[in-house]
């Protein structure tokens, strides 16, 4: 006599109930090893990075520049996504260079022949939480790079701290969707945080338009910010 | 009882808890000749050894696993190019696809896919429609992801529609369609 299986449709015979759990429990091992990397990785919900895709997605070929810590999953996001080229300028490891050897204050002329490419070629900007660690000499000097580099309604998104954080080390954002960040912590050694006020994030980036701003639950602000057409009608 | 679960084994007989060789197995056949697959598999694929240092350039038409160092520029446009843990290129690259292991300094540009392993290392820019990068690999540079013409889907053919409509793909892929991007999920 054939008894049948539960949830499986009442077909299976309860003879292969064998290979019915083996089948299943290699499924599980599977889920359990893939979620075992991110289940104790922080999710953050970002409101602003769908902005930021939505602003690059109408360009053919889009140029992004990222100041983060190389992630292939991100990249392989914004591959999927956009179909780009991807600067990968990792500043926290240029960050943590200085750090270790106490040449802070060389940051900001470091920054000012950091990067090699030509005025307005790049289209996108990602900035994470980079400018929370500046000191403001050195933020100022970046954020004007940055406003040079940035091609005619290119876009910029940054991340700033509504309060400091007691984490002595950096954390990297690992895109899980265009709804979702995960924080993964990087081993880079972590310069003082700064909470700047909105103010003085709009005055930094003065050059530009705020296009979004969204003050999170979870004490971040993202904004996103537009290189506006008339600095291109200007050079 | 007992009988039921005989009845379960397959017919080969094979235990199921017979753990799979590492190595795919090659199955014996009566005339003792070795199946197309595995003949490929050793036939194509060369190793450029740990002492091996070349200086110039390396064309192929053959998978190739370099242990070794290798300064100027390889070619293989049809093949699988793999730098090895022990691999030390500073060379151009031009591959179908490449993995690295090693260390790569130069420009690396595969047709299909680029996968920096972990520990792996590339300095240069990666020109490629797929790029993986492993937790621990190391890169600095840039990554062109250009991005794949997708063949045309199949639609399925409405009773007033001709198969020959439904199947031709140069519409798909016209010039004008071809570099436009694919619009991604919006909110």
């Given at each position: 006599?054939?008894?049948?299986?539960?949830?499986?449709?009442?077909?299976?015979?309860?003879?292969?109930?064998?290979?019915?759990?083996?089948?299943?429990?290699?499924?599980?091992?599977?889920?359990?090893?893939?979620?075992?990397?991110?289940?104790?990785?922080?999710?953050?919900?970002?409101?602003?990075?769908?902005?930021?895709?939505?602003?690059?997605?109408?360009?053919?070929?889009?140029?992004?520049?990222?100041?983060?810590?190389?992630?292939?999953?991100?990249?392989?996001?914004?591959?999927?996504?956009?179909?780009?080229?991807?600067?990968?300028?990792?500043?926290?490891?240029?960050?943590?260079?200085?750090?270790?050897?106490?040449?802070?204050?060389?940051?900001?002329?470091?920054?000012?022949?950091?990067?090699?490419?030509?005025?307005?070629?790049?289209?996108?900007?990602?900035?994470?939480?980079?400018?929370?660690?500046?000191?403001?000499?050195?933020?100022?000097?970046?954020?004007?790079?940055?406003?040079?580099?940035?091609?005619?309604?290119?876009?910029?998104?940054?991340?700033?701290?509504?309060?400091?954080?007691?984490?002595?080390?950096?954390?990297?954002?690992?895109?899980?969707?265009?709804?979702?960040?995960?924080?993964?912590?990087?081993?880079?050694?972590?310069?003082?945080?700064?909470?700047?006020?909105?103010?003085?994030?709009?005055?930094?980036?003065?050059?530009?338009?705020?296009s979004e701003s969204f003050l999170l639950k979870t004490n971040?602000?993202?904004?996103?910010?537009?290189?506006?057409?008339?600095?291109?009608?200007?050079? | 009882?007992?009988?039921?679960?005989?009845?379960?084994?397959?017919?080969?007989?094979?235990?199921?808890?017979?753990?799979?060789?590492?190595?795919?197995?090659?199955?014996?056949?009566?005339?003792?000749?070795?199946?197309?697959?595995?003949?490929?598999?050793?036939?194509?694929?060369?190793?450029?050894?740990?002492?091996?240092?070349?200086?110039?350039?390396?064309?192929?038409?053959?998978?190739?696993?370099?242990?070794?160092?290798?300064?100027?520029?390889?070619?293989?446009?049809?093949?699988?190019?793999?730098?090895?843990?022990?691999?030390?290129?500073?060379?151009?690259?031009?591959?179908?696809?490449?993995?690295?292991?090693?260390?790569?300094?130069?420009?690396?540009?595969?047709?299909?896919?680029?996968?920096?392993?972990?520990?792996g290392s590339v300095e240069g820019d990666i020109v490629s429609?797929r790029v993986a990068i492993a937790e621990g690999a190391m890169?600095?540079?840039?990554?062109?992801?250009?991005?794949?013409?997708?063949?045309?889907?199949?639609?399925?053919?409405?009773?007033?529609?001709?198969?020959?409509?439904?199947?031709?793909?140069?519409?798909?892929?016209?010039?004008?369609?071809?570099?436009?991007?694919?619009?991604?999920?919006?909110?």
């Amino acid at each position: 006599m054939k008894r049948a299986v539960p949830g499986d449709g009442g077909t299976r015979p309860r003879s292969d109930i064998f290979s019915f759990l083996g089948s299943r429990r290699a499924h599980e091992d599977e889920a359990s090893l893939a979620s075992a990397a991110t289940s104790d990785e922080p999710v953050l919900p970002t409101k602003a990075l769908h902005k930021f895709l939505s602003s690059l997605g109408s360009r053919p070929a889009p140029v992004l520049l990222d100041l983060g810590p190389v992630v292939g999953s991100n990249l392989t996001f914004f591959g999927e996504q956009l179909g780009c080229k991807v600067f990968i300028e990792d500043l926290f490891r240029d960050v943590d260079h200085h750090l270790q050897h106490g040449r802070l204050d060389a940051l900001s002329s470091f920054f000012s022949t950091r990067f090699p490419q030509a005025d307005g070629s790049v289209d996108g900007i990602l900035c994470w939480d980079l400018f929370d660690y500046l000191e403001p000499g050195a933020a100022q000097t970046l954020a004007r790079q940055l406003m040079r580099l940035l091609s005619v309604e290119g876009v910029l998104l940054a991340f700033f701290s509504t309060v400091a954080s007691q984490d002595a080390r950096y954390t990297k954002f690992i895109i899980a969707d265009e709804m979702n960040l995960r924080q993964r912590p990087y081993s880079a050694g972590r310069a003082k945080q700064h909470v700047l006020l909105n103010r003085d994030i709009i005055k930094l980036f003065g050059a530009l338009r705020v296009s979004e701003s969204f003050l999170l639950k979870t004490n971040i602000r993202e904004i996103l910010f537009r290189k506006p057409t008339y600095l291109g009608e200007k050079s | 009882m007992w009988k039921r679960d005989e009845a379960v084994r397959p017919p080969s007989g094979r235990e199921t808890t017979t753990p799979m060789p590492a190595t795919p197995a090659v199955p014996s056949t009566p005339s003792g000749s070795i199946p197309p697959v595995a003949r490929v598999t050793e036939r194509d694929i060369v190793n450029i050894g740990k002492s091996v240092v070349i200086k110039g350039e390396l064309n192929g038409s053959e998978d190739l696993t370099i242990e070794g160092h290798v300064e100027g520029k390889i070619e293989l446009r049809e093949n699988i190019l793999t730098i090895g843990p022990n691999g030390k290129i500073k060379a151009q690259v031009f591959a179908k696809a490449v993995i690295v292991l090693g260390e790569v300094i130069g420009n690396v540009s595969a047709t299909e896919k680029v996968d920096i392993r972990d520990n792996g290392s590339v300095e240069g820019d990666i020109v490629s429609p797929r790029v993986a990068i492993a937790e621990g690999a190391m890169f600095r540079g840039s990554v062109d992801m250009q991005r794949a013409v997708k063949p045309a889907q199949p639609k399925p053919v409405l009773p007033g529609e001709s198969k020959v409509e439904a199947k031709s793909p140069v519409a798909a892929v016209s010039p004008a369609s071809a570099g436009s991007p694919v619009q991604g999920p919006r909110v």
